[in-house]
T-cell receptor, first 111, second 115 residues
Framework: SQQGEEDPQALSIQEGENATMNCSYKTSINNLQWYRQNSGRGLVHLILIRSNEREKHSGRLRVTLDTSKKSSSLLITASRAADTASYFCATETGGGNKLTFGTGTQLKVEL | DTEVTQTPKHLVMGMTNKKSLKCEQHMGHRAMYWYKQKAKKPPELMFVYSYEKLSINESVPSRFSPECPNSSLLNLHLHALQPEDSALYLC??????????????FGEGSRLTVL
């Protein structure tokens, strides 16, 4: 069963603009992670934020976590065509190394 | 070496065939995973191995049989599959941490087509 719902399902922006994706989840978590997947390829880990953290940065990525609202957002600043991909949030719950992926956002960055 | 290697990249099999998917990592990770992904859907967890022992089975049909022969290898044995089992099968590994899993390292996947 899916833990995370992402919105929007699809997002199309121009190069240089910022992209924001949101993730909502249902149960309490140990941590929340974001992954990127280029079409038909494997997933690449972007960033991990623990349940006791509120914000994290990595290069052009900024992730926020609001555990009271059970939601997270991923901001990609100054987007590039190479950022075109699907982005998934993933939540870890319990103690059994179980990582459950959200529905994903398809981002298209146009030149 | 930060790679997870999956073979084969593509596999076509009939419903009566027996085949295997293989996954290998040399990062010293002690947790390994199989995920199944259908087109335009998120990856769905199938199995988790921790210290070479099966720790999670997400009620996967017995026609999928995982095996972890050692800490670097993970296999998925396939038998009597159905056309609806056609999907991208992703292997991943992660270090085992005291407080939950860290990032997962994914292979490029094996694209399976069942005729």
């Amino acid at each position: 069963s899916q833990q995370g719902e992402e919105d929007p399902q699809a997002l199309s922006i121009q190069e240089g603009e910022n992209a924001t994706m949101n993730c909502s989840y249902k149960t309490s978590i140990n941590n929340l992670q974001w992954y990127r997947q280029n079409s038909g390829r494997g997933l690449v880990h972007l960033i991990l934020i623990r349940s006791n953290e509120r914000e994290k940065h990595s290069g052009r990525l900024r992730v926020t976590l609001d555990t009271s609202k059970k939601s997270s957002s991923l901001l990609i600043t100054a987007s590039r065509a190479a950022d075109t991909a699907s982005y998934f949030c993933a939540t870890e719950t319990g103690g059994g190394n179980k990582l459950t992926f959200g529905t994903g956002t398809q981002l298209k960055v146009e030149l | 070496d930060t790679e997870v290697t999956q073979t084969p990249k593509h596999l076509v099999m009939g419903m009566t065939n027996k085949k295997s998917l293989k996954c290998e990592q040399h990062m010293g990770h002690r947790a390994m995973y199989w995920y199944k992904q259908k087109a335009k859907k998120p990856p769905e967890l199938m199995f988790v191995y921790s210290y070479e022992k099966l720790s999670i089975n997400e009620s996967v049909p017995s026609r999928f049989s995982p095996e972890c022969p050692n800490s670097s290898l993970l296999n998925l044995h396939l038998h009597a599959l159905q056309p609806e089992d056609s999907a991208l099968y992703l292997c991943a590994s992660s270090p085992l941490r005291f407080r939950g899993t860290g990032e997962l390292f994914f292979g490029e996947g094996s694209r399976l087509t069942v005729l």
